[in-house]
C-alpha cells in the first residue's frame, strides 16, 4: 500500500494472490490488484493473468465497418447534412447551424438531456482512430464551446456541461460520421454530481485543487507521467475504469470558457496521440469524456479521461463483463505504469 501524500491524496494497491493448481498439476499464485482512485475512492481490478487470454480481433488493426464506405445512407454527410439533421432553436443562435472551420454543429434528433448537441469533424464520412487532423479536432472543440456559451448565456442553470466521443459502435457510436458530443444541464450526470462534492470538500479542507494535487503526486511518482502538450499533462489513470486509459490534466483551469485557442489546439495534439497509442495497439474503439461545471466557484479542474474499448469487430467480446456490469469494479489486465511507458512514445513530439 503506497503512503498518503503531502496532500492526503492516498494512491493505495493492495495485491492478493489467488491460489490455483494448473492443469499440469502445478501449483501456482495469480496476482491481482486491486486500485483506490484518490479521487473517487472508486476499486478497480487489475488482473495480470488475464492478460495471457487471446482477445479476438487485436492480431492486426480490424477493417473498417461497412457503414464506413455508404456515404449517401448518412444523414451528416453533405448536402444530405442540410435536410436530415435538426437546426438550433432560436434563442441558441442566429443561424441554423455553427460553423468553424470544416466543423459543422447542430442539435442532437436524441437528445440526452436538456442541451445535446452534435459537432463534426474533418470533410471525410469515416476516418479511422489517429487519422483525423489537428485542426479538425479543434475547430470542433471550438464549435463545442461556442454552442456551450450560448447555453450559459440563454439558460445559467444549466451549469453541468461535457463533451464527449464515440468512436465507433462498440463504444456507443451510432453513425461512423467522425462527431462530437456536446451537453448541458441542469440536473448533473451522476460522474458530475460526484466530482463536484469531491472537489469542493477538497478545496474547503485543503484550500486547493483536486486534479492540482493529483498532479502534483503523479509527477513526483512518475511512473506513470505521458508527457505534456502546452499546458495540458498526459498520464495513466492510476485505478483505470477503462482499458489503457489516460487523463489529460489542465490544472489551475476550472471553466470550459476558459481555454483558448492554445489550449484547444494542445488537447487536440493529446487526443491524437492518445489516438495512435492505441492504433498502435490495433484498437480501433475509444471513449472520451471532458466534464466541466460552469459556475463561478466551481472547483472542479478541466480533465479529459480517454480509454480504449472493445474492438468493432466481428465476435469481439464486451469489454464489460457481468464482474463489471454487476459489481462495479472495472477488471483490466495491464498495469497503468506499463500503459504509460507504452504511450510515450506518441507524446514525445513537440508540437
Ligand atoms: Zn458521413
Known amino acids: 500500500m503506497a503512503p498518503a501524500t503531502e496532500s492526503g491524496l492516498v494512491f493505495e494497491v493492495q495485491t492478493l494472490t489467488s491460489k490455483i493448481v494448473a492443469p499440469d498439476g502445478t501449483p501456482v499464485e495469480k496476482p491481482v490488484e486491486i486500485r483506490t482512485d484518490p479521487v473517487t475512492g472508486r476499486t478497480c481490478r487489475v488482473t495480470y493473468a488475464r492478460a495471457a487470454e487471446k482477445e479476438t480481433g487485436t492480431a492486426a488493426l480490424p477493417e473498417p465497418p461497412p457503414a464506413a464506405a455508404d456515404r449517401e445512407a448518412c444523414p451528416f454527410c453533405r448536402p444530405q447534412m442540410n435536410r436530415r439533421t435538426p437546426t438550433l432553436a432560436a434563442d441558441l443562435a442566429d443561424a441554423d447551424r455553427l460553423e468553424k472551420g470544416n466543423s ?32 479538425s479536432y479543434t475547430d470542433s472543440f471550438h464549435n463545442c464551446r461556442r454552442y456551450l456559451k450560448r447555453v450559459h448565456a440563454s439558460d445559467p442553470a ?48 485543503t484550500g486547493r485543487g483536486l486534479f492540482s494535487d493529483y498532479l502534483s503526486c503523479e509527477r513526483e511518482a512518475g511512473s506513470r507521467l505521458i508527457g505534456q502538450t502546452g499546458n495540458w499533462h498526459w498520464m495513466a489513470a492510476f485505478a483505470p475504469e477503462g482499458f489503457f486509459e489516460i487523463w489529460g490534466i489542465l490544472p489551475g483551469i476550472c471553466s470550459l470558457f476558459g481555454l483558448d485557442a492554445d489550449h484547444w489546439n494542445c488537447l487536440s495534439q493529446g487526443v491524437l496521440n492518445t489516438q495512435q497509442f492505441y492504433r498502435s495497439l490495433h484498437r480501433n474503439g475509444y471513449n472520451l469524456g471532458l466534464l466541466a461545471i460552469e459556475t463561478a466557484g466551481s472547483r472542479l479542474e478541466i480533465r479529459v479521461r480517454i480509454l480504449a474499448r472493445s474492438n468493432y469487430a466481428p465476435w469481439v467480446r464486451n469489454d464489460h463483463t457481468g464482474y463489471e456490469v454487476m459489481l462495479g469494479d472495472m477488471a483490466t ?12 512514445p506518441f507524446f514525445s513530439k513537440d508540437l
Open 333 to 344: 489486465f495491464n498495469a497503468p505504469e506499463e500503459t504509460a511507458a507504452l504511450a510515450r
Open 158 to 205: 444549466a451549469v453541468y456541461m461535457a463533451i464527449t466521443q464515440n468512436h465507433l459502435p462498440s463504444a456507443g457510436g451510432s453513425l461512423v460520421h467522425p462527431h462530437l458530443q456536446v451537453h448541458a444541464d441542469r440536473c448533473p450526470p451522476n460522474h458530475l454530481r460526484f466530482l463536484e462534492q469531491r472537489t469542493n470538500d477538497y478545496h474547503a479542507r
Open 104 to 135: 459543422v454543429l447542430f442539435p442532437n434528433l436524441f437528445p440526452y438531456g436538456r442541451y445535446s448537441a452534435v459537432s463534426l469533424f474533418d470533410d471525410r464520412h469515416f476516418v479511422e482512430i489517429g487519422k483525423a487532423s489537428r485542426q
